[in-house]
């Protein structure tokens, strides 16, 4: 396995990447393994879900956009 130092740093870039206790436990059970196809599965299904969320907020924003848009349609021109 990598150094500590290294270990840390990975560590820190999973909870920086939003992963939780979980996942970073079971990232790190895969390295001890040295299974790093599993681990970029792992990798895979946490960016997917936090694309999905960037979808679903990138959806609020249109909605709030559409309701500036109108408001801003309906005010009168000086």
Do not use: W
């Not at 999973?14 to 970073?24: I, N, P, R, Y």
Request: net charge positive.
């Amino acid at each position: 396995m990598a150094s500590t130092a290294s270990v840390q740093a990975i560590i820190q870039n999973l909870k920086d990447a939003g992963c939780s206790a979980q996942t970073v436990e079971r990232f790190l059970a895969l390295e001890a393994e040295g299974n790093a196809a599993e681990q970029l599965q792992l990798l895979a299904l946490h960016r997917r879900r936090l694309l999905a969320r960037v979808h679903r907020e990138e959806k609020r924003i249109d909605c709030l956009d559409y309701l500036v848009y109108q408001i801003q349609k309906k005010k009168p021109t000086r």
